[in-house]
């Protein structure tokens, strides 16, 4: 589709550009203009020893003062334009609203001044409305969830997290579905928007830090404001998508029942469109948790903020713990949300007493009250020290608050499982050897080679294959947006963070892709392979970064696997989803003709589902570009190493030109890969 | 609960009897920043709930440990309590510039910040803390990436140690890589535990890792005043950074500079507050050996130390 708007956009060049453009997409001359800059890149890279130094890296005299500009322009939009007055004016109306929440979940000193409510109230109130929702299973689920969270000792964090969450993903998703419609509606929105979503979701966590926090207010509003802008695309692509793809019967069927606009939208267009609606809900809410240790350094209460400090005292046992909440509460508001969207409105016979249609509201309403009352009630009446507290009213305490030496966290037992497994001979063993293998052997000789190379060698090879696999336009982009990089004067830097990111991208591919194809096989595994990526998309990263390194040492074998459990969701959710789609004749058809499985699956199957498949490549490669800034925790030497030293003394135009740096080769390949994907799509006529 | 209800019964008494001092003090709450080291958190609340004690709302809010200045410059947040001067410097002299902080006097306490090791490392190496010792058994430090060289882990690079040039300038054996926080640090120190392996780590004093990892710092030549500026200081007549770090940085307190006509009686305290370092290790204890939340740990450490904090209130406050 986008490919047909920009053929027929009028303003797209000449007569003679376009002869140019179709004179490049011609087969044979782009494999000529394909193997002959594949050629220059060799020949410069043999010949690297005689080349001049200008050639091999851009020269430093020639580099643009990028940070003082972008410091400068920072600056006069900010202050100058009073960019600042508005953002905190729009920040101040946010944390009223947030501030309300706060004060309702966990009691913050805020209007409307309330006390904070009993984890009793909140766990039995889940779980009725996961059962008025989706039935005990779902009740069980919710209610359990808040139990874990009190007897496990977070009650409050989980409160303080939830404060936000419950504030942001409902933003998010409305925000998200507006402008989903807006693209919908408008080419020209749509063409504008696309681009930016990307650089969001591309943009280094550390490149948000700072503004967040000089326009947003360090704190809860910072916070929220840094989880929409990455939960936002998402839901406005799937939106725009599910939009565009209503079927016109019943378009027509709304036309003719005499739909206002409003309801066509309303009645016709969004229902038609729920199924990817909810897949853009769903990601809004593993976003959002996703972010929520993230976000802990910009002022995001609770958990994240929790797991930090246990991770800071090194205490793995407890940020495990946390880890697992953080899933919990995202399962239990994906699942409910997907409910309470599906559930069909109830009917009752003429007659059925009130009491009866609204028996779950009643419920619910009744055990707040009444557990409240008990709770708090019965707390404020006996001042009693702790230690004297007789056995009832212990119960009645504890139903208003579990105490930290009450609380059956298991976090020393943990460390000390810990420990005891890697101090095993054989563990150490098979970890070291994995280490020095695939580090001496594989990383770092793959490493130094792409450092070895010519700058413009790499140019050329990338735009290539930029041109070779997405067309004309994406091979002239890759060729401006390396060249941008070059210019930014962070090489070296980019090119290991490339190699991280193409490492650990490469690896997920191998073992992601069987992994996929082995699950689809039957319903239940496929169903449970993507629970298994929701939990990993949202267990904080964090938790997993310091096991790695126990076992793998500060080197660059962790830093591949911390980034390669992210890129395997989106590889292995989009394989499951690409063959799960394919058309049940045309696996039929294969079957009669006599077809293996082998052949089946190569000759059928995995043909059409490659374009869904490249959709998730450009994920994880997105996926690998976030993580592999994050994986500075554990120590690297690219790009994130170096925003970190820009923190230290606020270095905001600094940070700007390495954060560009990491989006102008981000962009490159989500470029190039969606071209690919869109022709191939059309070529088999799956749009 | 009840804990709570009895401090708060204190505080509340306590509030009373100064109320006459707080009384020119905004009801605003006094926003403290928490970052994710335990001394630093336990301070925090420790500090907030003197504030309280005085009639005062207090807040806390987590943020990221370098950007905080940019946050108290604006306003944002009030005060700063643990600027290290290794680690923080930087960040805070360059909001200092920009201006809308300022200085609000030193901890007693003094901070150190170099190479370390932990105890087992010498028994394989005997001729250790010092650093020529080191440097003989530079191969005892080798890790599978570094060939014979030995490995020195430092701290992340936004600390700004220099590590690398030090190496350099002693013309040391020595690779070295740099952790990315230092929970990467912590991990590194507890995998070599198990087998009792040899490491040499960048490591901090005042720090909870002492209590858990005995250990010593690595002797170097000593600090001399422009070892980072000029060639000709530290034994490398020719090299920077040829010295250990000072053996006694600073550790301040920030505030904005609005606290003080705001609140004046908390900034009049916040200037009059001076921990030691013992005081900081046992706050970091109680959390991260005696696993108390950091609210409680403030609570027992200020009424197991009364004479040490109630000397900066206000005079006939208590």
Known sequence: MAEIATNSRPEDGTRQGAGIRALLEEPSVARGVFWSLLGVAALLTVLRPWLPDGLVRIPEALLMPWRDWIDAAFDFVAFDLGLIHVTRFLSGILEFVLDAVANILYGRARWPRFEALPWTVVASVAAITGYALGGWRLSLLAGGTFVWAAVIGQWKWTMETMSVILVAAPLGFTIGLLIGIWCWKSKRVEETVKPLLLVLQVLPFFSYLLPAVIFFKVGPTAATVATVAYSLPPMILMTTLGLKKVSPEVVEAGKMAGCSRWQMLRYVYLPSARTEILVGLNQVIMLCLAMVVLTAAIGMPGLGAKLLEAMGSFKLGRSFEIGITIVLLAVVLDRLSKAWVVKQPEHFEKGTPWWKRNIFPIMGVAAFVILYLVARGVAEMDPMPFDEVSFPSWLVGIMDEVHRKESLSQGREFDASIKAFLSLDWVNAITYAIRYVVNVYFLIPTEKALLYLPTPAVIFVITAIAYRIGGVIPGILALIFFSIVAQLGYWDRAMLTLHSVFMATFIALLLGVPMAIYSVRKEKRAKFMILLCDTFQTFPSYVYLLPAVMLFGISPVTVIISILIYTMVPVIRYTVEGLRNVPPELTEAADMSGATRWQKLTKVQLPLALPTMAVGLNQALVFAFFMVIIAEFIGTRDLGQEMRRTLAGTNLGWNFVLGFSVVFMALTFDIAINAWAEKRRKLLGLD | ?318
């Open chain 2, 1 to 318: 609960m009840k804990t709570k209800l009895i401090m708060s019964a204190a505080a509340m008494a306590l509030a009373s009897a100064t109320a006459s001092f707080a009384a020119d003090d905004s009801a605003d709450p006094i926003i403290i920043p928490i970052h994710n080291w335990s001394s630093q958190i336990v301070m925090s609340h420790a500090v907030g709930q003197i504030f309280e004690s005085m009639g005062n709302n207090v807040e806390f809010v987590t943020t990221d440990s370098q950007a905080v200045y940019e946050s108290v410059r604006l306003g944002d947040v009030t005060l700063e309590l643990e600027v290290w001067e290794g680690a923080f410097g930087q960040s805070f002299r360059t909001a200092l510039e920009k201006g809308g902080l300022h200085d609000a006097g030193d901890h007693n306490a003094v901070t150190r910040e170099d190479w370390w090791y932990p105890m087992w490392t010498k028994d394989a190496c005997p001729g250790l803390p010092s650093w020529e010792a080191l440097n003989d058994c530079a191969a005892l430090f080798a890790t599978a990436e570094t060939g014979d060289k030995g490995r020195y882990l430092d701290g992340p690079v936004d600390w700004l140690k220099h590590g690398k040039e030090r190496v350099e300038a002693l013309g040391m054996d020595f690779v070295v890589v740099n952790a990315g926080s230092a929970a990467a640090l912590w991990a590194e120190i507890a995998a070599a535990e198990a087998d009792k392996r040899p490491v040499v780590v960048f490591n901090w004093t005042p720090n909870f890792a002492e209590a858990v990892w005995p250990g010593e710092f690595v002797e170097f030549p000593a600090w001399e005043d422009g070892c980072d500026t000029d060639p000709s200081k530290g034994p490398n007549p020719d090299a920077l950074y040829d010295c250990g770090n000072p053996a006694d940085g600073y550790l301040k307190k920030a505030a904005w500079d609005g606290m003080k006509d705001k609140w004046p009686n908390a900034y009049d305290v916040l200037t009059k507050i001076s921990f030691t370092n013992a005081q900081i290790a046992e706050m970091a204890r109680l959390v991260d050996i005696e696993e108390m939340e950091p609210e409680e740990a403030a609570e027992e450490w200020l009424s197991a130390n009364e004479d040490v904090w109630k000397g900066w209130l206000p005079e006939g406050a208590s």
